[in-house]
Protein backbone atom coordinates (compact mmCIF):
# COMPACT_ATOMS: atom_id res chain seq x y z
CA UNK A 1 0.00 0.00 0.00
CA UNK A 2 1.42 3.75 -0.67
CA UNK A 3 1.88 6.26 1.34
CA UNK A 4 1.88 8.91 -1.10
CA UNK A 5 -1.24 11.35 -0.07
CA UNK A 6 -3.53 12.50 -2.69
CA UNK A 7 -6.68 13.69 -0.20
CA UNK A 8 -6.57 15.55 2.41
CA UNK A 9 -5.69 14.38 5.85
CA UNK A 10 -9.36 14.16 7.10
CA UNK A 11 -11.33 11.15 8.57
CA UNK A 12 -14.55 9.84 9.39
CA UNK A 13 -15.20 11.66 12.19
CA UNK A 14 -14.74 14.87 10.83
CA UNK A 15 -17.26 13.30 7.88
CA UNK A 16 -20.03 12.54 10.18
CA UNK A 17 -18.81 15.91 11.85
CA UNK A 18 -19.93 18.10 8.60
CA UNK A 19 -22.79 16.14 7.59
CA UNK A 20 -24.50 16.25 11.25
CA UNK A 21 -23.17 20.11 11.48
CA UNK A 22 -24.37 21.59 8.64
CA UNK A 23 -27.93 19.09 8.10
CA UNK A 24 -28.50 20.60 11.54
CA UNK A 25 -27.76 24.08 10.81
CA UNK A 26 -29.82 24.38 7.72
CA UNK A 27 -32.44 22.53 9.29
CA UNK A 28 -32.75 24.98 12.49
CA UNK A 29 -32.57 28.18 9.96
CA UNK A 30 -35.49 26.71 7.92
CA UNK A 31 -37.45 26.35 10.88
CA UNK A 32 -39.26 29.43 9.66
CA UNK A 33 -39.03 30.30 5.77
CA UNK A 34 -41.03 32.22 3.90
CA UNK A 35 -42.67 29.93 1.64
CA UNK A 36 -42.70 25.65 2.41
CA UNK A 37 -43.50 23.80 -0.98
CA UNK A 38 -44.71 20.45 -0.53
CA UNK A 39 -43.68 18.21 -2.95
CA UNK A 40 -39.96 18.04 -5.56
CA UNK A 41 -42.20 17.76 -8.73
CA UNK A 42 -41.75 19.94 -11.57
CA UNK A 43 -43.93 22.09 -10.60
CA UNK A 44 -42.51 22.59 -7.07
CA UNK A 45 -39.42 22.68 -8.18
CA UNK A 46 -40.27 25.85 -10.94
CA UNK A 47 -41.76 27.60 -7.91
CA UNK A 48 -38.74 27.33 -5.92
CA UNK A 49 -36.33 28.52 -8.39
CA UNK A 50 -38.46 31.43 -9.24
CA UNK A 51 -39.13 32.07 -5.52
CA UNK A 52 -35.66 31.66 -4.66
CA UNK A 53 -33.99 33.94 -7.50
CA UNK A 54 -36.38 36.84 -5.69
CA UNK A 55 -34.84 36.45 -2.65
CA UNK A 56 -37.81 34.23 -0.81
CA UNK A 57 -36.25 31.64 1.64
CA UNK A 58 -38.10 28.81 0.39
CA UNK A 59 -38.03 25.44 1.02
CA UNK A 60 -38.97 21.95 -0.52
CA UNK A 61 -40.33 18.90 1.51
CA UNK A 62 -39.94 15.69 -0.37
CA UNK A 63 -41.33 12.15 0.74
CA UNK A 64 -38.98 10.90 -1.19
CA UNK A 65 -34.99 10.35 -1.75
CA UNK A 66 -35.23 11.79 -5.29
CA UNK A 67 -36.43 14.97 -7.05
CA UNK A 68 -38.07 15.54 -9.85
CA UNK A 69 -41.37 13.51 -9.20
CA UNK A 70 -42.17 11.90 -12.68
CA UNK A 71 -40.17 14.51 -14.70
CA UNK A 72 -36.98 12.57 -14.89
CA UNK A 73 -38.95 9.71 -15.97
CA UNK A 74 -41.55 10.47 -18.46
CA UNK A 75 -44.74 8.61 -19.33
CA UNK A 76 -45.02 4.88 -19.40
CA UNK A 77 -41.16 4.16 -17.84
CA UNK A 78 -39.73 5.86 -21.09
CA UNK A 79 -37.83 8.73 -20.09
CA UNK A 80 -38.81 11.25 -22.62
CA UNK A 81 -40.52 14.39 -21.68
CA UNK A 82 -43.28 16.01 -24.02
CA UNK A 83 -44.04 19.93 -23.17
CA UNK A 84 -46.72 21.62 -25.20
CA UNK A 85 -46.33 25.11 -26.60
CA UNK A 86 -45.97 27.44 -25.09
CA UNK A 87 -43.81 25.34 -22.23
CA UNK A 88 -41.15 24.99 -24.42
CA UNK A 89 -39.88 28.47 -23.63
CA UNK A 90 -39.23 27.26 -20.00
CA UNK A 91 -37.27 24.60 -21.66
CA UNK A 92 -35.01 27.18 -23.30
CA UNK A 93 -34.85 29.51 -20.69
CA UNK A 94 -33.28 26.48 -18.10
CA UNK A 95 -30.86 25.47 -21.10
CA UNK A 96 -32.74 22.06 -22.15
CA UNK A 97 -32.65 20.67 -25.59
CA UNK A 98 -35.16 19.47 -27.29
CA UNK A 99 -37.29 18.63 -30.44
CA UNK A 100 -40.53 19.82 -32.08
CA UNK A 101 -41.68 16.39 -32.88
CA UNK A 102 -45.62 17.20 -33.89
CA UNK A 103 -46.39 20.98 -34.47
CA UNK A 104 -46.28 22.85 -31.43
CA UNK A 105 -44.93 19.48 -29.08
CA UNK A 106 -41.51 19.01 -28.02
CA UNK A 107 -39.80 16.09 -26.63
CA UNK A 108 -36.77 16.61 -23.95
CA UNK A 109 -34.67 13.93 -22.53
CA UNK A 110 -36.04 13.34 -18.81
CA UNK A 111 -33.42 12.91 -16.78
CA UNK A 112 -31.43 15.97 -18.59
CA UNK A 113 -34.78 18.15 -17.90
CA UNK A 114 -34.90 17.52 -14.45
CA UNK A 115 -31.41 18.00 -13.90
CA UNK A 116 -31.29 21.37 -15.28
CA UNK A 117 -34.45 22.48 -13.24
CA UNK A 118 -32.90 20.65 -9.90
CA UNK A 119 -29.90 22.68 -10.74
CA UNK A 120 -31.79 25.99 -11.17
CA UNK A 121 -33.58 25.35 -8.13
CA UNK A 122 -30.80 24.80 -6.01
CA UNK A 123 -28.59 28.01 -7.69
CA UNK A 124 -31.68 29.80 -6.91
CA UNK A 125 -31.13 29.08 -3.49
CA UNK A 126 -33.56 26.82 -2.71
CA UNK A 127 -33.11 24.49 -0.10
CA UNK A 128 -34.54 20.84 0.74
CA UNK A 129 -35.89 18.47 2.87
CA UNK A 130 -35.49 14.96 1.46
CA UNK A 131 -37.22 11.49 2.92
CA UNK A 132 -39.53 13.92 4.96
CA UNK A 133 -43.15 13.74 4.49
CA UNK A 134 -46.16 16.46 5.13
CA UNK A 135 -48.37 15.19 8.01
CA UNK A 136 -50.32 17.66 9.02
CA UNK A 137 -50.56 21.66 8.96
CA UNK A 138 -50.00 24.91 11.64
CA UNK A 139 -53.39 26.66 11.81
CA UNK A 140 -53.56 29.96 13.22
CA UNK A 141 -56.29 32.63 13.83
CA UNK A 142 -59.82 32.16 11.61
CA UNK A 143 -57.62 28.92 10.64
CA UNK A 144 -55.45 30.31 8.40
CA UNK A 145 -52.46 28.24 7.56
CA UNK A 146 -49.35 28.92 8.99
CA UNK A 147 -46.99 26.33 8.66
CA UNK A 148 -46.71 21.87 8.35
CA UNK A 149 -45.76 19.18 10.17
CA UNK A 150 -43.53 16.60 8.97
CA UNK A 151 -41.87 13.68 10.04
CA UNK A 152 -39.29 11.13 8.32
CA UNK A 153 -40.79 9.40 5.33
CA UNK A 154 -39.24 5.97 7.17
CA UNK A 155 -42.18 6.21 10.26
CA UNK A 156 -44.59 5.73 7.81
CA UNK A 157 -42.77 2.15 7.46
CA UNK A 158 -42.98 1.15 10.82
CA UNK A 159 -45.33 -1.70 12.68
CA UNK A 160 -48.45 0.29 14.55
CA UNK A 161 -47.15 -0.16 17.74
CA UNK A 162 -44.15 1.63 17.61
CA UNK A 163 -45.37 4.73 15.19
CA UNK A 164 -45.17 6.73 18.37
CA UNK A 165 -42.39 9.22 16.79
CA UNK A 166 -43.18 12.24 17.13
CA UNK A 167 -43.50 15.09 14.23
CA UNK A 168 -42.25 18.38 14.20
CA UNK A 169 -43.59 21.51 13.09
CA UNK A 170 -42.05 23.95 10.41
CA UNK A 171 -43.63 27.47 10.15
CA UNK A 172 -44.11 29.83 7.12
CA UNK A 173 -45.78 32.31 5.66
CA UNK A 174 -47.12 30.62 2.81
CA UNK A 175 -47.60 26.51 2.00
CA UNK A 176 -47.59 25.27 -1.75
CA UNK A 177 -49.68 22.31 -2.32
CA UNK A 178 -47.16 20.67 -5.39
CA UNK A 179 -47.97 16.54 -4.19
CA UNK A 180 -49.85 16.17 -7.49
CA UNK A 181 -53.00 14.14 -7.61
CA UNK A 182 -52.86 13.17 -4.09
CA UNK A 183 -52.99 16.90 -2.82
CA UNK A 184 -51.79 15.95 0.35
CA UNK A 185 -52.26 19.60 1.71
CA UNK A 186 -55.52 20.04 0.88
CA UNK A 187 -56.61 16.57 1.71
CA UNK A 188 -55.51 17.03 5.31
CA UNK A 189 -57.73 20.70 5.25
CA UNK A 190 -60.39 18.83 4.12
CA UNK A 191 -60.16 15.84 6.80
CA UNK A 192 -60.80 18.76 9.09
CA UNK A 193 -63.60 20.29 7.70
CA UNK A 194 -62.01 23.31 5.93
CA UNK A 195 -62.26 22.92 2.39
CA UNK A 196 -63.72 20.27 -0.15
CA UNK A 197 -62.50 18.67 -2.94
CA UNK A 198 -63.75 17.14 -6.26
CA UNK A 199 -61.75 14.50 -7.32
CA UNK A 200 -59.61 14.72 -10.66
CA UNK A 201 -61.19 13.73 -13.99
CA UNK A 202 -60.35 11.53 -16.70
CA UNK A 203 -57.44 12.36 -19.19
CA UNK A 204 -57.86 15.05 -21.75
CA UNK A 205 -54.44 16.43 -22.25
CA UNK A 206 -55.91 19.54 -24.86
CA UNK A 207 -57.51 20.83 -22.10
CA UNK A 208 -56.17 19.87 -18.79
CA UNK A 209 -53.13 22.41 -19.04
CA UNK A 210 -54.65 25.08 -19.89
CA UNK A 211 -57.44 24.39 -16.99
CA UNK A 212 -54.67 23.99 -14.80
CA UNK A 213 -52.57 27.26 -15.29
CA UNK A 214 -55.98 28.92 -15.05
CA UNK A 215 -57.35 27.50 -11.57
CA UNK A 216 -53.82 27.74 -9.91
CA UNK A 217 -53.70 29.84 -6.96
CA UNK A 218 -54.91 30.39 -3.63
CA UNK A 219 -57.72 27.74 -2.63
CA UNK A 220 -57.43 28.06 1.00
CA UNK A 221 -56.05 30.74 3.08
CA UNK A 222 -52.21 30.21 4.02
CA UNK A 223 -51.93 27.59 0.71
CA UNK A 224 -51.37 28.24 -2.67
CA UNK A 225 -51.92 24.80 -5.48
CA UNK A 226 -50.42 24.02 -8.15
CA UNK A 227 -50.30 21.94 -10.61
CA UNK A 228 -52.34 18.05 -10.89
CA UNK A 229 -53.48 19.33 -7.30
CA UNK A 230 -55.36 22.25 -8.66
CA UNK A 231 -57.24 19.02 -10.71
CA UNK A 232 -58.07 17.26 -7.64
CA UNK A 233 -59.47 20.41 -6.12
CA UNK A 234 -62.03 21.48 -8.72
CA UNK A 235 -62.34 18.31 -10.33
CA UNK A 236 -60.35 19.11 -13.94
CA UNK A 237 -59.19 16.57 -16.29
CA UNK A 238 -56.08 14.50 -15.94
CA UNK A 239 -53.14 15.29 -18.26
CA UNK A 240 -50.79 12.25 -18.56
CA UNK A 241 -47.41 12.84 -19.59
CA UNK A 242 -47.00 16.10 -20.76
CA UNK A 243 -45.10 18.67 -18.40
CA UNK A 244 -45.54 22.12 -19.84
CA UNK A 245 -48.87 23.12 -17.50
CA UNK A 246 -46.46 21.72 -14.57
CA UNK A 247 -43.74 24.28 -15.05
CA UNK A 248 -46.28 27.31 -16.61
CA UNK A 249 -48.32 26.66 -13.50
CA UNK A 250 -45.08 26.37 -11.14
CA UNK A 251 -44.33 29.90 -12.26
CA UNK A 252 -47.94 31.27 -12.33
CA UNK A 253 -48.15 30.20 -8.41
CA UNK A 254 -44.67 32.11 -7.97
CA UNK A 255 -46.15 35.16 -8.93
CA UNK A 256 -49.25 34.57 -6.83
CA UNK A 257 -47.27 33.97 -3.65
CA UNK A 258 -44.73 36.62 -4.48
CA UNK A 259 -48.17 38.68 -4.43
CA UNK A 260 -49.13 37.33 -1.34
CA UNK A 261 -45.76 38.18 0.61
CA UNK A 262 -45.65 41.96 -0.71
Known amino acids: MSDKKIFANVGEKEVTRAIVGEFLKQFSDYAESDVII ?3 GPSGL ?4 ELASKGVKTLIVERNNYLGGGFWIGGYLMN ?4 RAPGQEVLTELGIPFNEV ?9 PHACSKLIAAACDAGVKFANMTVFDDVVLRENNRVAGVVINWTPVQALPREITCVD ?7 LVIDATGHDAFVIKRLESRGLIKTVGYGAMWVTRSEDLVVEHTGEAYPGVIVMGMAVSTIYGLPRMGPTFGAMLLSGKRGAEIALEKLK
Open 46 to 49: MAGK
Open 167 to 173: PVALECK
Open 38 to 40: IGA
Open 80 to 83: KVTV
Open 102 to 110: YEGLFVADG
